[in-house]
């Protein structure tokens, strides 16, 4: 069974410029997260899905961050622009339900120059 | 506010010793524990969890430790290998609508030395 995918793997942009990630989460899975890991750090919540509906998005920094589901399934994460503090590890997880894990993509790494 | 942190941000171990990693949590609502594993360029990776109503859980070379009264986890390796080297997280989970809310401490550092 495949895992969690994501692409790009890495990401280099110049600041200002948009930038998109994509989440193919383990299918059934109806849960679907994002989250932001800074170097020697652990992952910090941007949003969470369930199905189509955001129902956590209180981290996700809405004047240039956006997401989406759409059908339930795939998410693309969006940032308009870039910021050099945007440089980061985006990861994706995904969970069938209350009482399972949560299973995490390898992540994108974004560089903003 | 919520957090979990670690109390060490490095552990260096030689290869075959047991390995000890220690997490504090501060929400007390949270009823599962989950600690996990990163390797450079990878995302974390599940090694075990914990409930709140349990005190200790073993699993293949490795045990997880929950001290409810002060707030204290930990992750025990045994015979400590070099596929061991990464960085452990220990996260803290409790329901949120029909799925969980996951909160991540900051990482510790465990190298195995030859």
């Known amino acids: 069974e495949a895992g969690v995918v994501q692409s790009p793997r890495y990401k280099i942009i110049e600041k200002k410029q948009p930038v998109a990630f994509w989440c193919n989460p383990i299918s059934g899975h109806n849960t679907l997260y994002w989250y932001l890991q800074n170097l020697g750090q652990g992952p910090e919540l941007l949003i969470r899905?369930?199905?189509?509906?955001?129902?956590?998005d209180s981290q996700l920094p809405k004047d240039r961050f956006s997401a989406e589901r759409l059908k339930g399934v795939d998410s693309t994460l969006k940032i308009q622009p870039a910021e050099l503090g945007d440089s980061a590890v985006y990861l994706c997880?995904?969970?069938?339900?209350?009482?399972?894990?949560?299973?995490f993509g390898q992540g994108t790494r974004l560089t903003v120059v | 506010g919520e957090s979990v942190g670690l109390h060490l941000p490095t552990l260096s171990v030689q290869e075959g010793d047991n390995s000890i990693i220690n997490c504090a949590y501060s929400?007390?609502?949270?009823?599962?524990f989950i600690w996990y594993k990163q390797e450079s360029g990878k995302g974390p990776q599940f090694i075990i969890d914990i409930r709140s109503n349990m005190d200790k859980r073993q699993g293949q070379r490795v045990t997880v430790l929950l001290n409810k009264t002060v707030k204290h986890l930990s992750l025990q390796i045994a015979a400590t290998q070099p596929g061991d080297s990464a960085v452990y997280f220990c996260a803290e989970s409790k329901p949120s609508g029909s799925a969980r809310q996951l909160t991540f401490g900051s990482g510790t550092q465990l190298t195995v030395l030859p």
């Open positions: 899905y369930e199905n189509e509906e955001a129902v956590d």
């Open positions: 929400n007390s609502a949270s009823d599962y």
């Open positions: 997880a995904s969970s069938s339900g209350r009482n399972t894990e949560a299973f």
